[in-house]
Each structure stands twice: as structure tokens, then as C-alpha cells.
């Protein structure tokens, strides 16, 4: 039972340290930089995707499409 607790506390010990073992970018600034402006870009595309699934970016067909009626 010791052994099982002791092995239940240290994985606890661990996962909550795993943000500092495995960093989520480079070491390198210029790397870094680039990986943090790809990130951004695709956090910006979620809002588009989102639209898309919901099709809200389709056309509007409940009001009438005014068109000018005489010869261009």
C-alpha cells in the first residue's frame, strides 16, 4: 500500500512539472519568433472555420437581392 501511494505522489510530482521538462518552443529566438507568428496565424483561422462550419458565411437569402431593373 506504501509503495502504491508513494507511486501515486510521485507521477503527481511529475505531470506537474512537465511544462518546465518539455518546452513547447525553441531555445532560439529567431526559431522561436517564427513558431510563435505560425501559432498566432492559426489561432486567427479558428474564427473562419468556425463560421464555415456553422455556415455562417454563406449568402443571406432572406432579403430580396436588389438589382437596378433598367438597361445598363
Avoid at 501515486?8 to 513547447?24: E, K, M, Q, R, Y
Avoid at 507568428?37 to 483561422?45: A, H, M, P, V, Y
Amino acid at each position: 500500500m506504501r509503495r502504491l501511494i508513494l507511486a501515486t505522489l510521485l507521477g503527481i510530482l511529475i505531470s506537474s512539472n512537465v511544462g518546465c521538462f518539455l518546452p513547447a518552443y525553441s531555445a532560439d529566438p529567431a526559431r522561436r519568433a517564427r513558431q510563435l507568428i505560425f501559432t498566432s496565424e492559426n489561432l486567427r483561422g479558428i474564427t473562419d472555420e468556425w463560421e464555415r462550419f456553422w455556415f455562417l458565411d454563406q449568402p443571406d437569402h432572406q432579403k430580396p437581392l436588389h438589382v437596378h431593373g433598367g438597361l445598363i
